[in-house]
């Protein structure tokens, strides 16, 4: 079983050199909350490349945003908690309620070892002109505290948004609901393809239950020197 988080801060390994993610998974797992892998990487490398950057034990968020319909999501759910076991599994809340019900059903056939289930809101990437582009007449804050709720009442044990949404979603989805959040830039850091942020300990204060932090901690001269400093911030 992976040892559970013994920080907020988990750190984002998004790259397709094996090596290069090897070695920060070295780096950064000793010391901070876990790592997570992606899309990109999981693409590249697999299951097999998951297991050589996060070993056993450390504490690892797989972002897979899985949508499909449910009994393909719940497939996917099961395979990855049997051969990889994430502490954190990701779904697209937007995929609706059967399969975010699909999705934590799955997973809670694995018992006290199974991945919590986290619905994607509204990419961080993406603000209002985004969203209805794509048809959402709705604000970003209106659709992520929509897809909050859906995401609650069919099972699912939090969500990924973004600091900006932070304390609406704890008004509606109370205290014990997760709140991961990306979109996590120290002052003065380039915001790169983010449009909602915020540092690290504001987003701490709101009620955020996780960080993922990226490139700030894995494009420093010495990541692990980087996250340690987010990480004591936050203990301050």
Known sequence: MRRQPQNAVFAA???TDLAAATELGRALGPISGGIKLGKEFFTAFGPQGVMTVAGDMTPLFLDLKFHDIPNTVAGGVRAAAKVIRPNMLTIHGSGGPAMIR?????????????????????????????????????????Q??????????????????SPREITAIRKICGPEFKLVVPGIRPKGAALGDQKRVKPPA??????????????????????????????????A
Do not use: H, K, W
């Not at 709101?206 to 004591?232: E, F, H, M, Q």
């Open 102 to 142: 699909a999705a934590a059903d799955a997973s809670a056939e694995f018992g006290p070892e199974r991945p919590l289930i986290l619905a994607v809101t509204v990419l961080t990437s993406m603000d209002d002109a985004d969203l209805a582009a794509v048809g959402v007449s709705s604000t970003a804050e209106d």
């Open 144 to 161: 992520v505290l929509r897809l909050a709720a859906l995401a609650q009442e069919n099972g699912a044990d939090g969500v990924i948004c």
């Open 13 to 15: 390994i998004d790259t």
């Open 202 to 235: 504001d987003a701490m204060a709101d009620g955020a239950s996780y960080l993922v932090i990226g490139r700030p901690i894995t494009g420093a001269d010495n990541p692990a020197a980087a996250a340690a400093t987010i990480i004591r911030e936050l203990a």
